[in-house]
């Protein structure tokens, strides 16, 4: 029955009935060194957009600590203005009762000044002559009343003095740590937008670049696509051509028809037309050729005689795993294409492509039959 298929593939062949890989037209030499050469330009600048866009990250990366740091300042301010308020608070309590004290001295001097002067009425223009309310060192206007006055009433006008310089200093050191505070969280507000803003513009330019970088990405993919196409076409063409002369090679034809699978998504337990698993794809691309295996490692290995690896041809299968007496050790497959690469179809999340075969669990090879 192997023997008949061959001969209706060499068939088909000859009379020009080929598979639907061979109804396209075989791209020459030059085509396809046109296209590689539209890969290398575009990879080219490709490359230069990667690069800026490195830079860019980079920048965007300092920036993001800078605008770290300048926002932990201002929150550090935010703290200080906190504490400053805190203190300005406190600050007007004690000058509440400075002013208080102030009061009640004031009051004793009054007291002080009607004994004195033996009642005379204490009118604001009196005490003025007595007490100078703007000044904090200089309470007495005239020598002569403190020729008249005691050492216990001196001590009544220097207690006064004494709250009046004690609500000075508070109400000055209060407004210029505010002040200070306030001028602190205002730079820092400033520096926070000023930051922001920079990172906002870098990463505007970082989308941008990025943006070109995978516009660029899906030109030279398209482009990489299109050369591994035409080069697939040739080389299926120079295969399929080989069969004509030699009437043989159907790994040949399986090996060609896997590599028209390329990029196609891996699906667990897959065998296709448009998501494949390892063992899914081996066995679709020897149906091609009218050979049947199970869509499973196990009997595949035994699907045909076993290969020393330096007499691999085109088709054959390489596995990988573990030999032993349970062929569940065997946990996956690729089909050979030569000069050291498989076709396979990998794992979650990748799709199919070629491959060195030269892997630490590589265990043998099979040539289905």
């Known amino acids: 029955m192997r023997a008949f298929r061959a001969g209706l593939l060499a068939g088909c062949l000859l009379v020009g009935m080929c598979p639907p890989v061979m109804a396209e ?14 890969v290398r330009e575009r990879s080219k600048r490709l490359g230069e957009t990667s690069a800026k866009l490195a830079t860019a990250q980079s920048r ?6 800078e605008v770290e740091r300048l926002v932990e300042a201002y929150n550090g301010e935010l703290v200080q203005l906190r504490r400053a308020e805190q203190t300005n608070e406190q600050a007007k309590a004690r000058l509440a009762a400075a002013d208080a004290e102030v009061e009640l001295a004031r009051r004793d001097v009054a007291l002080l000044a009607a004994e004195t002067y033996g009642g005379a009425a204490m009118t604001e223009p009196f005490l003025g002559i007595l007490i100078d ?9 005239r020598a002569s009343v403190l020729e008249h006055m005691s050492s216990e009433r001196a001590a009544i006008l ?4 004494d709250a009046q310089e004690v609500a000075t200093i508070l109400r000055i050191q209060a407004a210029n740590a505010y002040a200070a505070h306030r001028a602190a969280t205002e730079r820092a507000r400033l520096a926070k937008t000023a930051a922001k803003e920079a990172v906002a513009r870098q990463r ?3 989308k941008a ?8 990405q899906r030109k030279v993919d398209a482009a990489r696509t299109r050369a591994q196409l035409l080069a697939r076409r040739k080389a299926a063409a120079a295969s399929l051509a080989g069969l004509v002369s030699r009437g043989s090679a159907l790994g040949d ?10 990029g196609k998504p891996y699906v667990w337990a897959a065998d296709g037309p448009d998501t494949y698993d390892c063992s899914g794809l081996t066995m679709r691309a020897w149906e091609k050729v009218g050979v049947r295996l199970d869509h499973w490692t196990g009997t595949q290995w035994t699907s045909g005689p076993h290969v020393p690896l330096d007499q691999l041809r085109r088709g054959d299968l390489v596995f990988f795993g573990r030999v032993t007496d349970d062929p569940g050790t065997i946990h996956h497959v690729g089909i050979y294409v030569g000069r050291g690469q498989m076709v396979h179809a990998p794992q979650t999340g990748d799709v199919v492509r070629v491959a060195s075969i030269y892997r630490g669990d590589l265990v043998g090879a099979t040539r289905p039959r």
């Open 25 to 38: 037209p075989v791209p020459s030499s030059r085509d396809v060194k046109k296209v590689r050469q539209t």
């Open 60 to 65: 965007l990366g300092r920036l993001a600590a």
């Open 133 to 141: 309310q703007g000044e904090t060192d200089g309470m007495l206007h």
């Open 158 to 161: 220097a207690r006064m003095r």
């Open 204 to 206: 505007r330019d970082t």
């Open 209 to 216: 670049l990025r943006a070109r970088e995978e516009h660029l």
């Open 253 to 262: 034809v399986a090996a060609n028809w896997a590599l028209t699978q390329l």
